[in-house]
């Protein structure tokens, strides 16, 4: 069975171990096996880092969450996890909700420019990654029609 990292801030939430276990069991669905950043049992930050790293190694995908998280950009742990996997040579599917281009999205005040190359996401990870518009269902559903 082929296995699927996980990835995105859903392990901030207050319920995250449950969301893991329905997002799990929507890669079982599909005929996957899900790997949850939540799956390890680590009690420091080296241990999260090596467990998670561990997982991704070990996966064949890896899906990612990327919509806005506390701004404009993804989660900067899940932006680690997807250059990782790529590293890593894997295939990774992102999936957001934000369709428009970032230059359309994101207001910046602090003088910095917006690129403008008509992706929703920064470069590095739209020219790495296939985008999916919507949510993990989507994601699950391009891998399993496409092969990845």
């Given at each position: 069975m082929k296995k699927i990292y996980l990835a995105g801030p859903q392990v901030f939430l207050s319920d995250a171990k449950a969301v893991g276990e329905k997002l799990k069991a929507m890669c079982k669905e599909f005929g996957?096996?899900?790997?949850?950043?939540?799956?390890?049992?680590?009690?420091?930050?080296?241990?999260?880092?090596?467990?998670?790293?561990?997982?991704?190694?070990?996966?064949?995908?890896?899906?990612?969450?990327?919509?806005?998280?506390?701004?404009?950009?993804?989660?900067?742990?899940?932006?680690?996890?997807?250059?990782?996997a790529i590293a890593l040579g894997k295939t990774v599917v992102v999936y957001t909700n934000e369709t428009r281009p970032m230059i359309e999205w994101v207001k910046d005040n602090?003088?910095?420019?917006?690129?403008?190359?008509?992706?929703?996401?920064?470069?590095?990870?739209?020219?790495?990654?296939?985008?999916v518009h919507g949510g993990a269902y989507e994601a699950l559903e391009y891998i399993k029609n496409t092969g990845g």
């Open positions: 996957f096996l899900g790997l949850y950043p939540l799956d390890n049992e680590c009690n420091s930050p080296q241990d999260i880092y090596r467990g998670n790293t561990e997982l991704i190694k070990s996966c064949d995908y890896v899906i990612a969450d990327v919509n806005a998280f506390r701004g404009f950009e993804p989660d900067s742990g899940t932006a680690f996890e997807i250059g990782y602090n003088g910095y420019s917006v690129e403008d190359f008509g992706y929703p996401l920064n470069l590095m990870i739209a020219c790495s990654s296939k985008i």
